[in-house]
């Protein structure tokens, strides 16, 4: 089966059977191969697990070489929202192609992404008609508190982290965004990483395993 979005797809070793799928959103102006990194360490400890980084569905508008899930060159809020639910709706497609594929359902499924990546995981995560495994987000925000409300649905487990010298994205995204799941009853973890800028330090790598192996692997 061919996936509707270019995709590194790193599978068991040894031929294990597939109980798990961990799908990565990267960051504007990167690519599957990059947020991929994660996976050398990761896979180790989540043998059962398919890992999924699909590249964005468009060319970066300031780096060719790289992809984007939204074009962020307009500052104008309302461009944003529909570019990026323009995007939702691109993986939302590439999911249910995951899900036909591997036999899984959401509850098999963690969400997770970098920057423009994790403000997707963190939408999809909340307007899905099932609860995922858990949604992992560094590095993000919520794009738009209002339109989010309107459409939530779902309640999965959150995990989110932040670097407090973090220059793209401001480290206060994370306390907004904390703010906004406590008052909509979402299960939600909070991690701010000191001395960290714009990045997935082994800090922020390990946390967010012991996470998903708590969240993803239950019976």
């Known amino acids: 089966m061919q996936f509707s979005l270019n995709t590194v797809v790193i599978k068991p070793e040894k031929n294990l059977p597939i109980n ?19 996976t050398l360490n990761w896979k180790r400890f989540l043998p059962n697990t398919v890992f999924l980084c699909p590249d964005g569905h468009e060319k970066c508008s300031i780096n060719p070489s790289g992809f984007q899930w939204f074009d962020l060159t307009k500052e104008d809020p309302t461009y944003i929202l529909n570019q990026s639910t323009k995007a939702e709706e ?13 036999n899984l359902d959401s509850s098999k499924i963690c969400l997770s ?16 008609d099932e609860n995922y495994a858990c949604i992992v987000g560094f590095s993000g925000k919520i794009i ?7 459409r939530k649905k779902s309640n999965s487990k959150f995990l989110l982290i932040h670097g407090d010298l973090d220059e793209v994205v401001s480290p206060t995204s994370l306390l907004e965004a904390k703010d906004f799941l406590l008052r909509n009853n979402i299960d939600v973890q909070t991690n701010m990483i000191k001395g960290c800028g714009h990045n997935i330090p082994v800090e922020a790598s390990s946390l ?8 993803i692997t239950k019976k």
């Open 20 to 38: 798990n799928a961990i799908i990565l959103l990267h960051g504007y102006g990167g690519d599957g191969k990059d947020i991929s990194m994660l």
């Open 90 to 102: 691109k993986i939302i497609k590439f999911i249910a192609e995951v899900k036909k594929k591997f």
């Open 113 to 128: 992404g970098f920057s423009q990546g994790s403000m997707l995981s963190i939408n999809l995560g909340l307007t899905s």
């Open 144 to 150: 738009n508190k209002e339109d989010l409300l309107k």
């Open 208 to 215: 967010a395993l012991n996470f998903i192996k708590k969240n």
